[in-house]
């Protein structure tokens, strides 16, 4: 099977639209998944507040709190 050139140049074109659409989805318009809100909770270089919002900022610090809670467990029981 081959692959006509006029086909290939479709093909590009569809997939680079695809993926721009895709990135501007995740990047600009779907809320930031819960281990990047605990990232964000957890990082010193930029505060969270100036770029999440208010209800964002306090999902970040419950999980975050969750996390923590969640690996004191495992640490009690695991062997020394």
Not at 16 to 44: D, G, H, I
Not at 47 to 76: F, H, R, V
Request: aromatic content about 4%; hydrophobic content about 50%; charged content about 20%.
């Amino acid at each position: 099977m081959t692959i006509d050139l006029a086909d290939v140049g479709m093909m590009v074109m569809t997939a680079r639209e695809e993926l721009a659409a895709q990135l501007q989805a995740r990047f600009f318009m779907e809320r930031p998944s819960n281990t990047r809100l605990v990232l964000a909770c957890m990082s010193k270089q930029k505060e969270m507040e100036t770029w999440l919002t208010p209800s964002q900022c306090e999902l970040a610090k419950t999980l975050y709190i969750g996390m923590i809670k969640e690996a004191s467990n495992i640490a009690a029981v695991a062997p020394h």
